[in-house]
């Protein structure tokens, strides 16, 4: 797990580095500048063909302590040979004293600098690199005037981008207050990851990320003594090895036993899915409660599975209330269509008396947004809920529109969570899980799981982890997001972005689960 930090987290991290352990601001932004050129120069001695002296690299700059980054930056490559500019933007006044410092040694070196001119903009066709270093952690309005021509500039160049820190125009938080921004083949970011960087739209404006450790005196472990707010955090691969160790005494009751209540009169596949996906993750023994149409074709697909049934006449509620008291796990939804009969089941499971997880999905979610007592049923529900909208039923949920809620998926699931007492996976390109006081954002997967299915194949990966022992629901339910998006990742590999669809997701679960050691004697 790593944290994912804001400009307000950082700015702390800094002051408590350089105020209270005494560490120079210029040595860190020695070794800043120094973790830039170098990354710089690595690309740079790939264009095998050309020596130095060709090489073009142009840094730009305004004059805060991201642009004095930037002038060391351009002083260590200008003393390796490079031909480089120094392309400054900015008031007249003096910049920081981090910039007038380095911006002195520049002067004494000689090295050509240029100051740009609003509607005079220097073409920088030129250049094999350009550094940005104009806005860094310090962005704090939206980027106009002389700034705003100069990223359209950068942007419009075939150069390849470095941005310092953060592409300038971006913010390190989860609320953007530019829409000018430069779009960065690769951004060197200082320290830790930012929560701006890894949401989107910013994740495809800073390219690849190089996080690069500068000598902050705070690391990844007492980063959370220094902060008052419990940060953002992404889950890595070394947290799969978190799932703890299957009993070698175990048998398939306890292992987890979930029930699924999927699936209509017309639609039996996400059935199917997450019945699947659910054995693919450990589950002991899977429980479909289904419409009578789906049986044969599930019992085809995943024979490992048990199946209930209702029809058009009963809904068969008995039956299910007793296997609701049976599961340690249910996921309702998937498939099951709007109406009075589904209603009638998903009012069933949330009355049940169990105390199993609830997972709650896709038609689940409609029937709750379209039936507010539905909230009153959660709040007595005996064990942890869970609820995975994506963003369109976030929306009917909460009457925000699409817009409103990829533009602030943090904040609308923290607020979701809190306001009914339920883990939210709000499913995205990123996801963020999170209940009153965790917030985990997701780096995995890819746009070819934009997919019918792939959603339901998550419910069975989050019953799986609700399963394996964790005491944390929450860290479990954001390592089934991020275990799903690797098995998304794997598709993305053997059956490529266009060609994946959801059942190779499931299938692909036991290569992550393998290649990560979970495969336990
Ligand atoms: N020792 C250290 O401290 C270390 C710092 N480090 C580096 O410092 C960076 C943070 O530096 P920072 O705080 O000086 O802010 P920065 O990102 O340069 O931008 C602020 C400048 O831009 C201006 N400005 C803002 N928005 C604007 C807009 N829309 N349009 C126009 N102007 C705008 C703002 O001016 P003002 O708001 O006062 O008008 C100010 O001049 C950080 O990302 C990292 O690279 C590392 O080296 C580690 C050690
Ligand atoms: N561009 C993307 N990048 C990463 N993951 C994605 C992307 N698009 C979709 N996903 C993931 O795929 C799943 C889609 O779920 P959902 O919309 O419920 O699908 P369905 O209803 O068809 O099952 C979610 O887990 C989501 O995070
Ligand atoms: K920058």
Request: proline share 2%.
């Amino acid at each position: 797990m790593k944290y994912l930090l804001d400009s307000v987290a950082m700015k702390k991290i800094d002051e408590y580095s350089i105020k209270t352990t005494g560490i120079p601001s210029v040595v860190l932004m020695e070794r800043a500048a120094l973790s830039v050129s170098s990354f710089v120069e690595k690309l740079a001695y790939n264009k095998k063909d050309s020596g130095k002296k060709d090489i073009s690299i142009c840094v730009v700059c305004t004059k805060g302590n991201n642009g004095a980054d930037g002038l060391a930056a351009i002083r260590q490559l200008y003393l390796h040979g490079y031909k480089t500019l120094v392309y400054e933007a900015g008031r007249k006044e003096p910049g920081t004293d981090e910039y007038e410092l380095q911006k002195n040694i520049i002067k004494n070196l000689e090295i050509p600098f240029e100051c740009a001119v609003q509607d005079n903009i220097l073409p920088l066709d030129e250049y094999d690199f350009i550094i940005d270093a104009m806005f860094g952690i310090g962005l704090s309005r939206d980027v106009t005037g002389v700034y705003a021509q100069i990223i359209d500039e950068i942007n419009r160049v075939s150069a390849v981008k470095v941005a310092v820190d953060i592409p300038s125009g971006l913010s390190a938080g989860i609320v953007q207050v530019s829409n000018k921004k430069v779009k960065a083949d690769y951004t060197v970011t200082f320290g830790f990851d930012k929560t701006g960087m890894v949401l989107y739209p910013g994740r495809k404006y800073a390219g690849k990320v190089i996080v690069s450790d500068i000598g902050f005196a705070v690391s990844q472990d007492n980063v959370q003594k220094i902060l008052e707010n419990n940060p953002a955090r992404m889950i890595e691969k070394k947290d799969i090895l978190m799932i703890p160790e299957r009993e070698a005494d175990g048998n398939k009751g306890t292992s987890g036993k979930v029930l699924i209540a999927a699936g209509s009169r017309s639609m039996g596949g996400a059935a199917f899915m997450s019945a699947q996906s659910a054995y693919r993750s450990g589950c002991g023994l899977v429980r479909v409660f289904t419409h009578e149409n789906n049986k044969n074709a599930l019992l085809t697909l995943v024979p490992e599975s048990i199946c209930d049934t209702y029809n058009d006449k009963n809904s068969n509620c008995d039956e299910l209330t007793k296997w609701c008291t049976w599961a340690d796990c249910i996921i309702a939804g998937p498939g099951l269509s709007v109406s009075g009969q589904s209603e009638e089941i998903v009012k069933c499971i949330l009355q049940s008396g169990s105390d199993a997880t609830l997972i709650l999905d896709a038609d689940a979610l409609n029937i709750i947004s379209e039936n507010e007592e539905y909230y009153e049923y959660i709040s007595r529900y005996k064990g942890k809920v869970i609820m995975t909208p994506h963003v369109g039923e976030m929306s009917r949920l909460t009457g925000k529109s699409v817009g409103q809620i990829k533009g602030n998926s943090v904040e609308t699931a923290l607020c979701y969570s809190k306001e009914h007492g339920v883990i939210c996976v709000l499913k995205d390109a990123a996801t963020v899980v999170c209940d009153h006081d965790n917030i985990y954002i997701n780096t995995s997967g890819n746009c070819g799981m934009a997919t019918g299915g792939s959603g339901d194949v998550l419910t069975g990966v989050i019953a799986g982890m609700m399963c394996a022992g964790f005491d944390d629901e929450c860290f479990a339910a954001a390592l089934a997001v991020y275990i799903h998006g690797c098995a998304g990742d794997m598709c993305r590999k053997n059956q490529g972005i266009f060609s994946m669809k959801a059942w190779d997701i499931a299938e692909s679960l036991s290569t992550v689960f393998t290649q990560n050691n979970t495969d336990y004697n």
